[in-house]
């Protein structure tokens, strides 16, 4: 190799160092999310078949709980639960689902998000909530 080929070579070298230097903010941005969450417990009588608390509902199903959360899938206002219909109502935009979280109607494009139900150590539950 002669000294003209090995400029060339580092110059190039150079040129893509600095092409990637400049697009990492960039990359970094889309590739790198940091996922927060936060974690709602519920203990003795809030064990119950519809308990509310800090934007979750907890359902008793079968041989457990499940948690929905109460953000409406259209523009995440908080939905309401209407015990003597058994349907929970957005009172934005008048979405409507049933008891167990499915879109019934209204301009909400899909279900209530469900969320994951560990158990405690102490017999409680914990659901950990995405912000």
Same mark, same amino acid.
Request: with cysteine; aromatic share 6%.
């Given at each position: 190799?002669?000294?003209?080929?090995?400029?060339?070579?580092?110059?190039?070298?150079?040129?893509?160092?600095?092409?990637?230097?400049?697009?990492?903010?960039?990359?970094?941005?889309?590739?790198?999310?940091?996922?927060?969450?936060?974690?709602?417990?519920?203990?003795?009588?809030?064990?119950?078949?519809?308990?509310?608390?800090?934007?979750?509902?907890?359902?008793?199903?079968?041989?457990?709980?499940?948690?929905?959360?109460?953000?409406?899938?259209?523009?995440?206002?908080?939905?309401?639960?209407?015990? $003597?219909?058994?349907?929970? $109502?957005?009172?934005?935009?008048?979405?409507?689902?049933?008891?167990?979280?499915?879109?019934?109607?209204?301009?909400?494009?899909?279900?209530?998000?469900?969320?994951?139900?560990?158990?405690?150590?102490?017999?409680?539950?914990?659901?950990?909530?995405?912000?």
């Amino acid at each position: 190799m002669n000294r003209r080929d090995l400029l060339l070579l580092g110059r190039r070298t150079l040129g893509w160092l600095a092409a990637l230097a400049a697009a990492w903010p960039v990359l970094s941005f889309v590739a790198w999310r940091p996922r927060t969450t936060r974690t709602v417990r519920f203990a003795g009588p809030e064990l119950a078949d519809h308990a509310g608390k800090e934007g979750v509902c907890l359902l008793r199903s079968g041989d457990g709980y499940e948690a929905l959360s109460l953000a409406c899938t259209h523009l995440c206002c908080a939905v309401v639960y209407d015990e $003597r219909a058994r349907v929970f $109502r957005c009172p934005c935009h008048r979405s409507v689902y049933d008891a167990a979280g499915r879109r019934l109607s209204g301009p909400a494009p899909r279900d209530l998000d469900r969320l994951p139900v560990q158990q405690d150590e102490d017999g409680g539950l914990s659901v950990e909530v995405p912000l």
